[in-house]
DNA sequence: TAAATAGTTGAGCGATCGTTCAACTAATGG
DNA sequence: CCATTAGTTGAACGATCGCTCAACTATTTA
């Protein structure tokens, strides 16, 4: 094996993840990512390759972190569509204040790189259709018990919501009063609720 | 006066516009502003200061075109709510294909410079808020005809149409299918519909 | 404990960045 | 028609970019 990593390559993409969610890829520099994770040049890239290969990794930290918070919604939640409502609603502290300028890395990085970037689209976009199945699963499963309307279909209403939601980081950039924040999205869950059942 | 200015300014930002709506400002670089232009960078830096001086002029361009892609909607339409409504079914044709995966200017830019830049994110937020306070005008009319119901506020249902808007220019980014697209579109204009008074 | 292996260091590489400017060119004004 | 003014040209500047690698260090294996 010989000489060991003396570092934690979680707490280093981290710290990576973070320059680049709150710089961009292309105004993130070598340099900065360098202080930014205490690590030379030579283990840098002797770890992730190169700069690119810092932010796939970093993205993909970034995707299972959000993976992760949308099933705790959804666990916590007493029905199935109550789940969604509620992941809408929480667009508010997600997109609100200081870390709402930041918006979405993986939104920002997919405006930022494509169509030029192949790879990285592909990637980006293979991480948000996952995160738009799982909504949809969540919504077929409101479907299934009878929470939704039957003329409904989960998968159009979770395009529907994944696209509200990127709406919402991009209304978070423009630092927003909260009312406001509040106010479109509340707009937004009246058209979800809209779909439920009649009578629910 | 002296040897008068070879080129035309409006072509040359024009020109440059497209190289930042396709590539971002950080990815362009002046060569290659100087090859969409045909000016060199003597004659770049004396008309527009600097790089950044050019993506300003550039933003106001698109500013400018897109305002009159929305009065030129609204201008055409038999009812103020139907404005409104038209503008979102456009978004298909704005969004699909080629040209949707470049996205908006202005979204593309405020989200690749804000908050770091912010001269740029002033600039941005004046362009995006007329163009908010456009569509909320459109739909204050619209209830002062009578087509919206009364417990609807303007400025709110005109934030959830930029909101919207902004999230279709993203769901473009990602190549979509037209159908889908539509199906998405649709879903918005359906919440847009139950803000019109009963009966209409 | 010596050889082998793998990680760390940071100076420095070539390339490219945004920008400048001296030389040149074309118009105007006296 | 020459002096003045303003625009054009493109080579070249210093700064910074992403990245490499020889020297060094720590750990394992024999």
């Known amino acids: ?28 520099s070598v340099p900065d990512l360098v202080a930014a994770t205490h690590l030379q040049p030579g283990s840098l890239y ?12 970093a993205l993909c930290l970034y995707a299972d972190e959000t993976a992760a918070y949308i099933n705790r919604i959804f666990a916590s939640s007493d ?4 789940g969604v409502r509620k992941f809408l609603l929480q667009q508010t502290d ?15 990085t997919l405006l930022e790189m494509a169509p030029q970037d192949e790879e990285i689209e592909e990637l980006l976009n293979k991480h948000l259709s996952r995160m738009e199945s799982r909504i949809a699963k969540q919504l077929q499963l409101a479907k299934d018990q009878g929470e939704l ?22 209304l978070g950039k423009t630092n927003p009063p909260v009312a406001e924040l509040r106010a479109v999205i509340e707009q937004i869950v009246t058209n979800l609720n809209g779909c439920a059942k009649p009578g629910d």
Not at 5 to 10: G, I
Not at 149 to 169: C, E, H, N, Y
Request: aromatic residues 8%.
């Open 46 to 57: 002797g770890a992730f390759k190169n700069k690119k290969g810092i932010l796939t990794e």
């Open 94 to 108: 997600v997109c609100k204040g200081e870390s709402g300028r930041y918006g979405c890395l993986m939104v920002n």
């Open 79 to 82: 029905t199935a569509l109550g």
């Open 149 to 170: 309307a039957t003329d409904k279909d989960p998968k159009i209403l979770a395009k529907f919501v994944m696209t509200s939601m990127w709406g919402l980081r991009v």
């Open 1 to 28: 094996m010989a000489r060991p990593q003396e570092f934690d390559r979680n707490e280093v993409l981290k710290a990576a993840m973070d320059v680049f969610h709150q710089q961009g890829y292309g105004a993130t």
